[in-house]
DNA sequence: ATGGTCGGTGGCCGA
């Protein structure tokens, strides 16, 4: 048992080590059952505690249900201790384009408040990186690695946990006067952060560019990538990925942001393993994660999810939630994006601590047990 | 309905 544990009841954990039912448990602690339930919901916030749900009597699998705020623990839910091989931490993980970090900073710090996010990248930063508020991002507890320029573009990654190495725009040098690319390695996963061109119209100049940029960019993630590892490719993709993603599938056929030359991107990520994780937990439509300011789109549910982390399968298998913070695009001032945030249960392994590692010296040995 | 509203800039552009 671990430190954290040692102020929980011996008898309660006792009676946790196997799966027990919340009312067995009840009768267990007659008359002293408010303390036992403090602690429970604390187990359970803190992830050392399993909680699995039957609905009724219907055929519907045992469900794994998450700890949040707002939820309640049924006397019919089974409990069960976390053991510590199987321990795992939460890591939260968002993107958000916040159409200007400065016009921002006063909803992104309440926002990172209330949500405490592991690692959010952020698109369309539009400040030099010599006026980026780096400060203000650590006082909050955010390290910062960011490439920006004035008025356009500019794309940051802010992480409560260390940055071990930064790649800024692509390997090639393509593009580099616009800043839409840069990626940071954080607890051992590759965290890619785009900020794909729009696109303006399927006519328009621009397209072309959005389309050689997302040849460009594939390029590199097959180049200098390995979707056999841990990694992640966040960011305002500009494309809508299926008929679901748009308000109005008929008339967006062929348009800019949902073209079939945009789709071959989403195409050519998803055989390199990639997948969207928003996809993995919601199948409905009309889940958007931008809104047009000028046709009033919130107001009136028209939008596209044209936001996304999509990941390797290892991250994909330890993937626990996805969703996006509609909620924040009604605050006063908002971002014409909404944030997507998606949750891992991820155990990373720092180099020393794995059973076969590279020593300082860069022999490989055996760890041992 | 081919507009509308944001953000940043500098005497309009990009979304």
Redesign the pocket.
Known sequence: MNESQTHYDSELLQFLSDRIRLSELRHKFKGNMALVASQLYDLWRSGQLHVHRDWGNTSQKNEKILYTNRTCLLPTDWLQIVKESEHQQSLLIATWNI??????MPLLLSWLEEHRPDIICLQ?T???DHLFPHQELGLSGYQTVFSGQ????GVAILSRHPIEEVKYGFSNRYDSENKRLIAAKILGIWIINVYV????STDSP?FSYKIEFLKELFQELEQFYDSSVPLLLAGDY?IAPDSRDVSHPEAMENQVSFHPREHQFLDQIRKWKLEDVFRKFNQEKGHYSWW?????GFEKDEGMRIDHIWVSPSLMGCCKSCVIDIENRGQP????HAPVLSEFSYQYQPAGNSRFDINQNGVKHNGGD
Request: hydrophobic share 15%; glycine share 4%; charged share 40%.
């Open positions: 159409n200007s970090i400065r016009s921002r369309e539009k400040v030099e004035k008025t356009y573009n061109p729009q696109g303006q621009k500009n047009d300011f000028r046709t009033m001032k908002p971002s014409d």
